[in-house]
């Protein structure tokens, strides 16, 4: 079962595993339940703001005729995308907002009047065989002789050796949700401009039923927190840079009241024995 939409807005609706929401989970319950339960504001940093913009112009950019697609058009793009941030986000941006930079080394990996997408900024959703639910977002679905490319924009450098687990994660996610919702096996690539590197990946299928399998041990976790919320903090590095930790227990915090599952109609599963997977 899956649902593909692009272009609307939508109220917020019943959580569920997206690549970032799965990544949070499995680094501090805690933080997942602030971001997709709760739902609390967080300003994003001035190199995330970046990113969303650049997101923006690319998205904008890919929607013109092919031949249109020059650099001189991307940085008109651009001037309208910051034009429309809210004064508190330009001010965040400041003077030189290194937009324009991270534009020109999108030019220097590919040629976008070669391009042939199906589709940007595509939402799809499927569900695993127990029900689990996926969500994600593509940067970009392009059609190939070889097949369905996805093309997925990251404004920093490309990983470490020891960075390259979330990333890794979240491109068997993107893939995943394509075999789910086409039956194919797409090709990924990564574009990350800070460093001008392209990184291409085609995932095998009896890895991503491997994926899939903690992608379910995941969302059964989330379910036995959820009816209670239960969701217990993991404190590591990580709480140096986290934004709700004025509110964490680990810290000396206090979170919110529970504000219970959307629509409350979570039932808990059964904690599993010892010895059996969680």
């Known amino acids: 079962m899956s649902t593909e939409v692009g272009g609307a807005v939508e109220a917020p609706r019943a959580p569920a595993l997206s690549p970032s929401r799965a ?19 967080e300003t994003p940093s001035p190199g995330a703001l970046r990113g969303t913009v650049v997101h923006a112009v690319l998205e904008r950019l890919h929607a013109l005729e092919p031949g249109a697609r020059r650099p001189e058009a991307a940085r008109a793009l651009a001037r309208g995308v910051l034009d429309e941030l809210a004064p508190d986000e330009r001010a965040l941006l400041g003077e030189e907002p290194g937009v324009d930079e991270l534009l020109a080394r999108y030019f220097a ?130 709480c140096a840079f986290c934004a709700f930790k004025p509110l964490c227990p680990a810290w000396d915090g206090t979170p919110p009241a529970y504000p219970g599952w959307p629509g409350d109609t979570v039932t808990p599963l059964p904690r599993p024995r010892a010895g059996e997977p969680g």
């Open 109 to 238: 990996l590919e040629d976008p009047r070669t391009v042939v997408s199906e589709a940007r900024e595509l939402r799809i959703e499927a569900e695993l065989e127990d029900g689990t639910p996926l969500r994600g977002h593509l940067d970009r679905l392009d059609t190939t002789p070889n097949g369905l490319t996805v093309v997925d924009y990251k404004s920093g450098r490309s990983p470490s050796l020891r960075a390259e687990g979330p990333m890794m994660f979240g491109v068997r996610f993107y893939a995943l949700l394509l075999a789910r919702s086409r039956g194919v096996v797409p090709t990924l690539r990564l574009l990350h401009l800070a460093d001008t590197t392209s990184l291409t990946l085609r995932p095998r299928a009896d890895e991503l039923e491997r994926f899939a399998g903690v992608l379910r041990a995941v969302w059964a976790a989330i379910r036995r927190a959820a009816p209670t919320g239960d969701f217990r903090p993991d404190p590591g590095p990580g």
């Open 23 to 41: 990544v949070d989970f499995r680094r501090c319950a805690l933080l997942y339940r602030f971001r997709a339960v709760d739902r609390l504001p």
